[in-house]
Structure formats: structure tokens, C-alpha cells
């Protein structure tokens, strides 16, 4: 997370491993895409809303994979989704929002 983010909205930030000298080591595999989800219990209480949002990273990265630097990348949730917007922890609706945000996380990543 020191690295900085590349790209936010306002729910997710993405960060992406850079190395700060030239020199430095690579403190995974080198060259190849890597790519974490973190959903803290702090911003989705229930397990089953964390899911939902780890499997819609996962899936909305996949369609951005080949623009993506081989690196370390880690998606991260930094906000609640409104309970009163979003009352079932696994809706169709919370999914749409989820997935449309990712899409724009990436797309701010793929514009610059």
C-alpha cells in the first residue's frame, strides 16, 4: 500500500508494486500479473457481501488483464456501499454497483 494508488473511486482504490530503485528485488515473481482483493469487515460487515465484491474484482480484472503492467496489483474497498441503497448483502442491484465501479477503476488505470 506505500506505493501509492494509480486509480480511485469512490469505493475502491488500486494500488500497483513499482519499485523504488532500480535495483530493488521484486519481493514476489517478477514479471507476471498478480493480483489481490482486500475487503476489510470495517466497510462489509457480512462474509457474503466481501464475496460478492472479491469475485466481482477478480472477474472485472480479467477483462482488463492484458492492459495491465506484470506486476503486483492490489484492488482495495475504502468505503461502505449504503445499506439503505443496498439492503441484501448479496443483491443483483449491490452486484451492478460493485461491477460498475470496478469497470471504472479500470478504465481511469487504461486512460493515462
Request: proline letters at 4%.
Amino acid at each position: 500500500m506505500s506505493c501509492g494508488a494509480i486509480s480511485k473511486t469512490p469505493h475502491f482504490v488500486l494500488h500497483s508494486w513499482t519499485p523504488a530503485t532500480a535495483s530493488e528485488a521484486a519481493p514476489f515473481m517478477e514479471g507476471r500479473l498478480l493480483l489481490g482483493a482486500l475487503t476489510p469487515k470495517r466497510w462489509a460487515k457480512r462474509a457474503v457481501t466481501r464475496n460478492l465484491i472479491k469475485r466481482q474484482i477478480y472477474e472485472v480484472s480479467a477483462l482488463y488483464a492484458h492492459e495491465l503492467t506484470p506486476t503486483a496489483h492490489v484492488v482495495r474497498l475504502r468505503a461502505e456501499f449504503d445499506k439503505r441503497h443496498f439492503v441484501s448483502a448479496s443483491s443483483d442491484l449491490l452486484k451492478k454497483a460493485v461491477r460498475n465501479e470496478l469497470t471504472q477503476l479500470f478504465n481511469q488505470l487504461t486512460a493515462a
